[in-house]
């Protein structure tokens, strides 16, 4: 559920957006409020959204239902709208991307909004990323491709590793120059690469996941 009225959006609107929209909606606004950005002040600012977001399994289930019929079917489950919908309800106007890489999503779109906080594109970057799942398909093609732990646990860089388990989460923070202030979370490097031709489409190439460390 949503307070769609605080955001501006219509109860049949409501109906048809991505739960993963209404979880950005209201993590972004927090964490800016967070960061002493208050609402009124942001209205027309350079403020940047940059949103890490791969699942798109809210259209097979919107689909399936009688909203999926509504004029707001499109907009509710395009990726696009996910980072688009929060710069329309707070009127920001700095950069508005939405990042889908997959696993990295949210680590490209930190990264993007770092850069574009240090270049002066914006005066402050909403860092977001979120992901539901909300039907099977996917997870039961990873699961007969032999990507997902049988144990259901990530065991990264252990003997024990036997593969992945998806998970769900929603999170964001804002992203400002640092002026001195105490009690800050510092972000001290960031760096995106590909890893290139490896044994497989998903598998790591460990030559390329080193240099992108030391980057």
Request: proline share 3%; glycine share 12%; hydrophobic share 45%.
């Amino acid at each position: 559920m949503i307070d769609n009225a605080v955001f501006g959006v219509s109860p049949a609107e409501a109906a048809a957006m991505d739960p993963q929209q209404r979880l950005l909606l209201e993590h972004g606004y927090s964490a800016l409020h967070d960061s002493c950005l208050e609402r009124a002040a942001l209205g027309g600012s350079l403020t940047g959204v940059f949103v890490g977001i791969a699942s798109t399994e809210f259209a097979q289930v919107l689909a399936s239902t009688p909203a999926g019929g509504s004029v707001y079917a499109a907009t509710g489950s395009a990726l696009s709208i996910a980072s688009g919908r929060l710069s329309y309800a707070l009127g920001l106007h700095g950069p508005c991307v939405s990042y889908e890489t997959a696993c990295s999503a949210a680590l490209a779109a930190c990264h993007g909004g770092l850069r574009a906080v240090q270049l002066d594109e914006c005066t402050a970057g909403l860092v977001a990323g979120v992901n539901l799942l909300l039907a099977p398909g996917s997870s039961v093609a990873f699961a007969i491709a032999g990507m997902t732990s049988l144990r259901g646990r990530c065991h990264t860089f252990d003997s024990r590793a036997d593969g992945y388990a998806r998970a769900e989460a929603c999170g964001a923070v804002t992203l400002q120059l640092a002026r001195g202030s105490k009690g800050l979370l510092w972000l001290q490097g960031s760096a995106v690469r590909q890893d290139g031709c490896s044994a497989s489409l998903t598998a790591p190439n460990g030559q390329a996941q080193r240099g992108l460390l030391e980057a």
